[in-house]
């Protein structure tokens, strides 16, 4: 049996000030770095950030977000909730959230790579496939030598 995990996830609705108007996307965005921050203290496990591109939602790239929260914590799990693949080139994004998960051994990146593979068969986009593959290899090995029977 494995412990229960308690996580939370948001897209960061941007909230209203007292007056009924939506504060900055910048204090929304201040918002969700100092609720991590409190969950974090709370004992909250993980926090997951969504893209959306929406007027309503703060967050149109969560890397950015996820890495300003790393400034500011150190036990709390990092997460990429939502990423949308279709609107991009999906190895970019996928690159980034590697680089902003913490650890970067969990198989997060492999997932993300299996991702951007899906996206690129989709596209037939052949030629795109060789630098998924090669990271895919790469988390492959990286998450084996931590998590495997004999770690290095």
Request: glycine fraction near 8%; proline fraction near 8%; charge should be negative.
């Amino acid at each position: 049996m494995s412990d229960l995990v308690f996580g939370l996830d948001t897209f960061s609705d941007v909230p209203e000030d007292d007056s009924g108007k939506p504060v900055s996307y910048a204090q929304a965005i201040r918002q969700v770095v100092d609720e991590a921050v409190l969950a974090e203290e709370t004992g909250v496990d993980v926090i997951a950030l969504g893209e959306h591109h929406r007027p309503e939602f703060a967050i149109s790239t969560p890397e950015t977000v996820l890495a300003g929260i790393a400034t500011r914590t150190h036990r709390i799990r990092l997460a990429s909730g939502v990423t949308v693949l279709s609107s991009d080139d999906p190895l970019p994004p996928a690159v980034d959230i590697a680089s902003a998960v913490v650890p970067p051994g969990h198989g997060r990146p492999g997932l993300i790579m299996i991702g951007a593979l899906i996206e690129y068969g989709r596209r037939r986009e052949l030629q795109a496939l060789v630098a998924p593959v090669v990271l895919l290899a790469l988390a492959v090995f990286v998450a084996w030598g931590r998590f495997g029977p004999h770690s290095f």
